[in-house]
């Protein structure tokens, strides 16, 4: 009875089979598990599909490793393929270069696959299930894992930023600008903004390095500052008035 092979490779040996190149084949067997368990290689991917083929009974097959990087320079939408019956876990980096999605699947079927979006050049936790002999399914693991992606859009709940340093502007859920924040290279003065207990008021105050340091309120075109929805020129003028009667 001949040998036969695990889907990553490694060599299953039959009762009698390999008389005097046992220890050949173990120590290669071996070395295939350590770098299914913990291996680094690299995948040009400057064509598509990129077959990630197995290797029977050898090392260096790039699916039997446990962290891949993508590279290479991608001129067009590219797919990355493993053969159906393949079930591991990856830790694979899209380090090429293209502004082009790269999609992580198996070679044929319906079953889910893990894509890149054309500008995402992050680090993705993936395991592929084998889980169906005709439509298994490639899942993206990364967010399971709470971690916050780079280019990724995800949502954070309860969790404290100290002093996060935020680009040109602030948007809100429907990712409309909210604020927008111009920075002053020397700057030492800021508005600081304080919540209250009950029955009293929030507050901004200007705040910093100088003395004496105003609040300038300044309005576009012909808009008009207000205060309780009144131009602030006629409140003046009215608490104007009230002092004088």
Same mark, same amino acid.
Request: aromatic fraction near 4%.
């Given at each position: 009875m001949a040998s036969t092979y695990t889907p990553l490779g490694v060599e299953k040996m039959a009762t009698g089979e390999n008389a005097g190149t046992w220890g050949t084949k173990t120590n290669t067997n071996l070395e295939i598990i350590?770098? &299914?368990a913990g291996g680094y290689t690299t995948q040009a991917i400057t064509s598509t599909p990129t077959t990630l083929s197995v290797s029977d009974g050898s090392t260096g097959a790039v699916l039997a490793h446990r962290v891949i990087e993508l590279t290479g320079s991608i001129t067009e939408t590219t797919v990355v393929t &493993?053969?159906?019956?393949?079930? !591991?876990?990856?830790i694979i980096k899209n380090g090429s270069s293209g502004a082009y999605t790269v999609t992580f699947k198996y070679v044929s079927g319906s079953g889910s696959s893990v894509a890149w979006g054309t500008t995402d050049k992050g680090t993705k936790i993936i395991y592929a #299930?084998?889980?169906?002999?005709? /439509?298994? !399914?490639?899942? !993206?693991?990364?967010?399971?894992? %709470? /971690?916050?992606?780079? #280019?990724? #859009?995800?949502?954070?709940?309860?969790?404290?930023?100290?002093a996060p340093a935020i680009g040109t502007s602030i948007l809100d859920t429907n990712a409309n600008e909210l604020f927008l924040l111009t920075a002053t290279g020397s700057a030492v003065n800021q508005l600081t903004y304080a919540n209250a @207990?009950? !029955?009293?008021?929030?507050?901004?105050? @200007?705040? %910093? %390095?100088?003395?004496? &340091?105003?609040?300038?309120?300044?309005?576009?075109?012909?808009?008009?500052?207000q205060a309780a929805g009144l131009p602030? @020129?006629?409140?003046?003028?009215a608490i104007a008035m009230a002092m004088i009667f």
């Open positions: 350590e770098q &299914i &493993i053969p159906l019956d393949v079930q !591991d876990f990856y #299930t084998a889980n169906d002999g005709t /439509d298994p !399914d490639i899942v !993206d693991a990364t967010s399971s894992f %709470g /971690d916050v992606t780079l #280019t990724g #859009t995800q949502t954070l709940t309860n969790k404290t930023l100290t @207990a009950a !029955d009293t008021n929030p507050s901004f105050t @200007a705040s %910093g %390095g100088s003395t004496n &340091i105003g609040i300038n309120l300044v309005p576009k075109g012909s808009g008009q500052v602030l @020129a006629t409140v003046g003028k």
